[in-house]
């Protein structure tokens, strides 16, 4: 089943934690945590990709898979938020 | 004015210059810091200096005619911005610079850097070797861009690369999609939302899905 909210990928190997993405994500859905940037409120994400357009570090992802309509949902189930 | 020579490490087009024009360039460099969204040099405003980012991303900006705010790059650590106008004499800055977060940065005048590059021709070759880099980079993409439309070309990359039941899935950022194609994630943006609009494609979080196939071939081929 395929997840029911895909969220933007922080790595937080490259992040720095600078906080650019809990400032400027326009649905507050991202708070610093001690191990660094997540997703305090998943639901007020809206995938506009601001944080990965901003993130210094480019540790952020917004990811697309291209896909033709008639395909079926992608199995793997839930996508890791954080990694 | 001067500085630690240890700080031109973080900056890789200085990296490999032997000792006397490193020695020479951390006389002339004077380390500034910048706290966030502080403006450093304004578009069109006469070049006075060149900047290599040690620490922290500037953002790189022009305003359109509209007003709105194009961002043309953002500078990370090691990389330079206002280089090539710095470099000329009575150059204008290209574009405007502002401090995304509180950031660290080198700042060399234009005389001085003109300057050295008379002294020390390591340094000269140096910066004409990243400039014919950036130089092949813009030839190959007027190249493309002169051959099709953004959108024409976003159409037949979502063609060529929309997958049926293929696990795992290869994804794609903006920013990957924009590279592929020779613009920025802005027009991918925008080009994306105009074949929404046209009902071609659909934006589902994460997937993009091509709904109308002969649609997107018609695009293509404009
Ligand atoms: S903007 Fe990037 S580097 Fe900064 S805290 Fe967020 S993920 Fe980390
Ligand atoms: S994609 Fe947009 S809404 Fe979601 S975390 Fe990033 S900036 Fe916030």
Redesign the interface.
Known sequence: MRSALALPRIDLVLCTRCGVCVSLCPGHAVEMADEGPHFARPLDCTYCAECEATCPAGAIRCEYAIVWAEDPPSPGGDRCTTS | MSCDERLLDRVPLFAGLPAPVRAALAQVATERVSGAGELILLGGEPCEAAYFVIE??VRIFRDSLSGRQQ?LT?A?RGTPFNLVPALRTGGANHASAEA??ASRLLQISSHDLRRLIRLYPDLGLTLLDDLAGKLDHLTDLVETISLRSVRGRLARF?LD?????Q?????????EIAARLGTV?DVI?RGLRALVDAGLI??D???????D?EGLVAESNL
Do not use: C, F, S, Y
């Not at chain 2, 690369?161 to 039941?165: F, I, L, Q, R, S």
């Not at chain 2, 696990?167 to 920013?175: A, E, K, L, S």
């Open positions: 922290g991303a961002v953002t990370v995304v977060v979502l690369n929309a997958e049926k039941d696990v795992p899935r290869r994804v794609w950022t903006q920013d994630r943006g659909q934006l979080r994460e997937r993009i899905i091509v709904v196939r």
